[in-house]
């Protein structure tokens, strides 16, 4: 597996949209922006002046822009299979640390805001929210860091994912976030849930695909000849590959064509909504591409 035209080595956009889509983590989503009430007021809702609090969710906000950033300049053009060129392998150990780095610093802000937070449920979410975000940071980070070839990653993401344990604390986080956003708002007029500044409808295309490609490139690893060939379908806003969950379908996207005749003769892609022009396909033999399935079919 090689680097293609050029492309800086990184992280698989499996990150990205696994992370900040499929698992639903508004607060790691793709750079969230911030938005401020006109009417919000420099006190919490029970009169405390919140100036430390306001001032800690900004730098929270910037640490999860950062966390952006690292994981975009970190996106693989790459094909499937077993092996990688040393030096995507590189990167993909090197996301894998930025992404745990990155981690302590969001939970770090997250710990300081309890006590400064007056609401006792919300204290109550911030401190769960800094704990499953430590939980599912070092999860990912680790890995990223541990793997061995991108298939074997694509692999044990999706293992993790599926996993009882792991979707348990999804839950949680599922269950805390709509509290600690609603706070943060209501104390300062910051929307951390915003996302309106997350990135181009292509970024966003090509995070879904990236994933979509993970998912098919990883079925491959263990098929044998005369098996079923692997199928992406969307159901209520999640993609499925045969049945089993792979990620969040992102809005504004739509899942437009995709064939599979092998391990090394597979397609998946994905066009804007409204947009037919604005394509971007995975597949066994190109990789990443700005083109349609079937401009680059064989």
Same mark, same amino acid.
């Given at each position: ?18 992370? @900040? ?18 009417? @919000? ?50 990167? &993909?150990?090197?996301?894998g640390q930025a992404i745990i780095d990155y981690t302590e610093i969001v939970s770090g802000y997250l710990l300081d805001a309890v006590d400064l937070v007056v609401d006792q449920e919300a204290r109550t979410a911030f401190a769960a929210y800094a704990r499953v975000n430590d939980e599912l940071g070092e999860v990912f980070g680790n890995l990223a860091i541990e793997a061995e070839s991108i298939a074997d990653y694509g692999i044990a993401f999706q293992e993790v994912a599926t996993d009882p344990e792991f979707t348990a604390v999804i839950s949680e986080a599922d269950a805390v976030e709509p ?25 966003? &295309? ?32 999640? =993609? =499925? ?19 599979? &005749? ?19 396909? =995975? ?16």
């Amino acid at each position: 597996m090689a680097l293609r035209d050029g492309t800086a080595a990184a992280l698989s956009a499996v990150v990205v949209a696994g992370i @900040a889509v499929s698992l639903g983590l508004g607060m790691h989503a793709i750079l969230p922006a911030v938005e401020t009430s006109p009417s @919000a007021s420099p006190t919490s809702p029970s009169g405390t002046t919140t100036n430390e609090f306001c001032d800690l969710m900004g730098n929270l906000h910037t640490a999860l822009g950062q966390m952006d950033q690292a994981m975009q300049a970190s996106i693989l053009i790459l094909d499937g299979g077993e092996t990688v060129d040393p030096e995507v392998l590189d990167a &993909l150990h090197a996301s894998g640390q930025a992404i745990i780095d990155y981690t302590e610093i969001v939970s770090g802000y997250l710990l300081d805001a309890v006590d400064l937070v007056v609401d006792q449920e919300a204290r109550t979410a911030f401190a769960a929210y800094a704990r499953v975000n430590d939980e599912l940071g070092e999860v990912f980070g680790n890995l990223a860091i541990e793997a061995e070839s991108i298939a074997d990653y694509g692999i044990a993401f999706q293992e993790v994912a599926t996993d009882p344990e792991f979707t348990a604390v999804i839950s949680e986080a599922d269950a805390v976030e709509p509290i600690v956003l609603e706070y943060v708002f209501q104390t300062c007029g910051i929307d951390l849930s915003a996302s309106s500044d997350s990135g181009t409808i292509g970024d966003v &295309l090509k995070a879904d695909v990236s994933t979509l490609g993970t998912a098919m490139a990883a079925y491959y690893v263990d098929w044998t000849p005369g098996s079923p060939q692997p199928v992406i379908t969307v159901a209520d806003g999640q =993609y =499925y590959r045969n049945g089993v969950l792979v990620g969040a379908q992102s809005t504004g996207v739509a899942l437009t064509d995709q064939y599979a &005749l092998g391990p090394a003769d597979w397609c998946v892609q994905v066009t804007a909504d409204g947009n037919p022009g604005e394509v971007y396909s =995975y597949s066994a033999m190109h990789g990443l591409r700005s083109e349609t399935c079937a401009a680059l079919q064989p």
